[in-house]
């Protein structure tokens, strides 16, 4: 358990936000022109993983900001 602040977390989450907000404006900016046309079924399909793609990096990000190592 850690005993003293670091600087990671907050920076950590700062960032994280950034690239969520920069993330969800280029997905909201570009994919509906890509698949405006196509039926809602796939469309929803592609929003769902779109959605979850940015959960992928997510892990290592984690651990990076608690414990300064990203294994």
């Keep these: 358990m850690r005993t003293e602040p670091t600087w ?3 920076f950590g989450v700062l960032l994280l936000i950034i690239a969520l907000t920069a993330y969800a404006l280029v997905i909201a900016r570009y994919v509906p022109e890509l698949i405006g046309g196509w039926h809602a079924a796939f469309q929803t399909v592609v929003y769902l993983i779109l959605g979850l ?3 992928l990096p997510l892990k290592r ?3 990076w900001m608690e414990s300064g ?3």
């Design 53 to 55: 793609v940015w959960l």
């Design 61 to 63: 990000f984690l651990l």
């Design 69 to 71: 190592s990203s294994k």
């Design 8 to 10: 990671r977390i907050p």
